[in-house]
């Protein structure tokens, strides 16, 4: 089972984005071993799709969070977005637009925040790694 390191601070910030009656959505930045992802940076993305429950990452954004990681001696390893009156589980629209093999997809709906890991063609959950961080 893949583990999940994220700090409460940074779970707060996706959770208040999340609040947005419109998806939010955003690149993590850390590192991971393969088993355990470890989420060090949110990188906030502009929302270009026009549905409210659609994301579609603006691409300068996506670039310069790229740039920001590599920086840092990071990368990019999962993304975030709410799904706002839904669920926090993965959509047939986030299956169809998913591709990257071990990618940490994070999923708010209300004050609930789930972990998922793109793998093989699906989505398995993740479990949380908690902290005193």
């Known amino acids: 089972m893949t583990r ?8 707060a910030r996706i959770l208040g984005e999340a609040r947005s009656p419109r998806e939010c959505c955003g690149l993590l930045e850390g590192t991971s071993d393969g088993d355990t992802f470890h989420v060090l940076t949110l990188h906030a993305m502009e929302n270009l799709a026009g549905a409210a429950d659609r994301f579609e990452m603006n691409p300068r954004d996506q670039i310069a969070a790229q740039k920001a990681a590599r920086a840092n001696g990071h990368a990019i390893v999962g993304c975030y977005h709410s799904h706002p009156g ?5 959509s047939t629209v986030d299956l ?7 990618f940490l997809w994070l999923i708010a709906a209300g004050e609930e925040l789930n972990a998922f890991v793109y793998l093989g063609g699906e989505f398995l959950g993740a479990d949380w790694v908690t902290s005193s961080e």
């Open 96 to 102: 169809a637009g998913a591709g990257e093999e071990n």
């Open 86 to 90: 839904g669920d926090a589980e993965p």
């Open 4 to 11: 999940v390191h994220l700090p409460g601070d940074l779970r």
